[in-house]
C-alpha cells in the first residue's frame, strides 16, 4: 500500500492499522486508545479541514478550533486536563487521502475526538472506516461541524453499534435545500409576486441533491423553473451562462455554492442592466471580504449562514464573534464563517460530555452523553435527534434550537458593507430589499419593525432609547425574550416623554436582562428586535 505522511511527520500506512486493528491486538484493542491515552497528558482532539488557502472556510475552522483550545485551556482545560490539537490538524479535500488522515489521527496519534469536515465526499470516503474502527475496538466521537449530506446519519440509523460515534453540529442539506425553497416560494414568490426561478448549481453530491429537492418543492407549488443547471468547477467564464439565465426570463436566481466562490458568476450578473434577485447557499459569500472581491455586486444577494454578528442567538454568540475578529481582523477571512461557529461550538459540546462524564474518556460512555446533550452554543441550543429519528444525531432543528439564519448584502449610509438578517423572525433585524443602498435599519424596514422612524437601543438595565426619535405617550411597551432559554417578563410603561434632544428614553422597573440578549420591543403596534447592550 502506498505510505501517507501526515501533518506531523509521523509516516503512516494501512499495515499499521491492519497491524493495530488486527486479530492479534491484544491489549491495545482491549484498552482502547482513550483508556491509555486518558491516563496522563493532554486530551488530543483531532482536526478535519478542507486546507487550501483558497477555501476561507477552511481557514476559519482552524480558526475556530485554536481559539475554542485557548479558551478551554485558559479555564483550567476538561475535567482538569489541558487539551491540544498541535500536529493534528489534518486535509480532507483529498479524496485519496482523507480516510488515511482520519484513520492515522485515531491510530497513530490517539486523540479523543475528532471534530470537523468539510466536503460530503470526504465525509463519505471516511465513513467505511467507522466500522472497521469500531469492530476493533478503536472508534471515537467524530462531531461533523461542516459536511450537510444527509446520508451519514442514515448509518446510524441502520448500523447504530458502528456509526453511533457519528455526530452533526450543523443542519444537513435535506434541511437546507428546504430553507431555500420556503424562502423562495414565501419572501420571493408570494411576497413580490415572483412565478420563475432559475437553479444554478456547482456539481457534486451537495449540488445534485440541492438542485433535484428544489426543483420539485418550487413545482409542486406552483412555480416555474425556467432554468436548471450545473456546472463543473473548472468553469472559468459564466457569461454564457449569465445570459441564457437573462433569456430565460427567470425572475429570481436560486445558487447552490459550497467549493465555488461565487465571485465570477456574480461580477458576471452585476454587468446586467436589470439586477435579478439572488437568494441561495454561498459559502464563501459569508466571508466580509466578499463585498470588495465582487467589486460590490453582491448587494442585495441573499445567503445562509449559522449566526453572524448581525444579531445575538445567544449570549455567546457575538462573544465569539468579537474574539475571532480581535485575534484575526488583519487576516483574511477576517470574520467568521459557518464553520467557525459550528467547530467552536464542536468542543465545547465535547467538553459539556467528557466533564458530565466526570473525566470518563471511553467513547461509548461519550456516546450516550453526547446523546443527552442540551448545550447553548453560538448556533443556538444544540441538542441531538434520536437514533431513531429520521436524521439520527443531528442538530434539532426549529427556532428554539438550531436554525440557520438569512442574511443580507446591504450598505449602509456611510456606503460601508453590512450583513442583515431578514429571516426567521426571531432573529430578524431588517427586511428584505431587491435593491439600493440601506440607509438605516428603521428607514429600511416595511413591516412596523422601527418606532416612527427611529431606532431603539436598550441597555442591560432596562433603559430604553429611541434614537433621534420620541415615544409615543401613553403607549404600552412590551418586552420578550427571542434567544432561546431565556424568559423575560413583559412590561408596561406609561406617560413616555421625549428627551429634549428629541429622542426619548424609559427606564423598564424591575427588568434586567443579560448581555447580548435578543428581545422583541412592541410600542403600540409597532415592533423592533433589540440586543440588549450594556
Do not use: C
Amino acid at each position: 500500500m502506498q505510505n501517507e505522511r501526515g501533518m506531523s511527520g509521523i509516516r503512516w500506512n494501512r499495515r499499521s492499522f491492519l497491524k493495530a486493528a488486527g486479530v492479534g491486538l491484544g491489549a491495545w484493542a482491549l484498552s482502547g486508545p482513550w483508556t491509555i491515552a486518558q491516563q496522563s497528558g493532554p486530551i488530543k482532539i483531532g482536526v478535519l479541514a478542507p486546507l487550501q488557502v483558497s477555501l476561507p472556510v477552511g481557514q476559519t475552522l482552524v480558526r475556530a478550533a485554536q481559539i475554542a483550545t485557548d479558551e478551554i485551556n485558559a479555564a483550567g482545560g476538561i475535567a482538569g486536563r489541558q487539551i491540544t490539537i498541535q500536529n493534528l490538524i489534518r486535509d480532507d479535500l483529498d479524496l485519496t487521502k482523507v480516510r488515511a488522515n482520519f484513520e492515522e489521527l485515531i491510530v497513530e496519534q490517539k486523540v479523543q475526538a475528532v471534530i470537523g469536515g468539510f466536503l460530503d465526499e470526504s465525509i463519505e470516503a471516511l465513513l467505511p472506516g467507522f466500522e472497521r474502527l469500531a469492530q476493533n475496538k478503536l472508534a471515537v466521537p467524530f462531531l461533523n461541524s461542516g459536511s450537510s449530506g444527509p446520508q451519514f446519519s442514515l448509518n446510524v440509523k441502520n448500523n447504530y453499534n458502528s456509526y453511533k460515534y457519528y455526530f452533526r453540529v450543523m443542519v444537513n442539506s435535506d434541511v437546507l435545500s428546504q430553507d431555500v425553497a420556503n424562502m423562495a416560494i414565501n419572501l420571493i414568490g408570494k411576497r413580490l409576486g415572483l412565478k420563475k426561478f432559475a437553479l444554478i448549481v456547482e456539481d457534486g453530491e451537495f449540488g445534485r441533491a440541492f438542485q433535484a429537492f428544489v426543483e420539485k418543492r418550487l413545482k409542486d407549488s406552483g412555480f416555474e423553473v425556467v432554468y436548471n443547471q450545473r456546472f463543473d468547477l473548472n468553469t472559468s467564464n459564466f457569461d454564457p451562462i449569465v445570459d441564457q439565465i437573462v433569456r430565460s426570463k427567470a425572475q429570481v436566481i436560486l445558487p447552490a455554492f459550497a467549493r465555488y466562490n461565487g465571485i465570477t458568476f456574480i461580477q458576471s450578473l452585476g454587468n446586467q442592466d436589470n439586477p435579478i434577485p439572488v437568494l441561495g447557499i454561498n459559502v464563501d459569500g459569508q466571508a466580509f471580504e466578499y463585498f470588495e472581491r465582487t467589486n460590490k455586486k453582491v448587494e442585495s444577494h441573499v445567503y445562509i449562514d449559522a449566526a453572524t454578528d448581525a444579531t445575538a442567538i445567544t449570549p455567546k454568540t457575538l462573544p465569539f464573534f468579537r474574539s475571532y475578529v480581535a485575534k484575526h481582523a488583519a487576516n483574511e477571512p477576517s470574520r467568521p464563517l459557518y464553520t467557525a461557529f459550528t467547530t467552536y461550538d464542536a468542543f465545547y459540546i465535547f467538553k459539556d460530555a467528557v466533564e458530565r462524564a466526570k473525566g470518563d474518556l471511553s467513547p461509548d460512555k461519550l456516546v450516550t452523553l453526547l446523546e443527552e446533550t442540551s448545550y447553548v452554543g453560538t448556533i443556538g441550543t444544540v441538542r441531538f435527534r434520536g437514533r431513531d429519528d429520521q436524521y439520527p444525531h443531528e442538530v434539532v432543528y426549529s427556532p428554539e434550537f438550531v436554525a440557520a439564519k438569512w442574511t443580507q448584502w446591504r450598505r449602509n449610509s456611510k456606503g460601508d458593507a453590512v450583513r442583515t438578517v431578514v429571516f426567521p423572525d426571531e432573529y430578524r433585524t431588517s427586511s428584505f430589499i431587491a435593491a439600493g443602498p440601506l440607509e438605516t435599519i428603521a428607514d429600511q424596514i416595511k413591516e412596523k419593525d422601527s418606532i416612527d422612524g427611529a431606532k431603539l437601543n436598550l441597555d442591560t438595565s432596562g433603559t430604553l432609547t429611541a434614537e433621534n426619535g420620541a415615544f409615543p405617550a401613553n403607549a404600552a411597551v412590551t418586552i420578550n425574550a427571542l434567544t432561546p432559554d431565556r424568559k423575560i417578563d413583559s412590561g408596561k410603561v406609561a406617560n413616555l416623554k421625549a428627551t429634549a434632544d428629541g429622542g426619548g428614553s424609559v427606564k423598564l422597573a424591575g427588568f434586567s436582562i443579560s448581555e447580548d440578549t435578543l428581545v422583541r420591543v412592541a410600542v403600540g403596534t409597532n415592533a423592533v428586535n433589540v440586543v440588549a447592550r450594556k
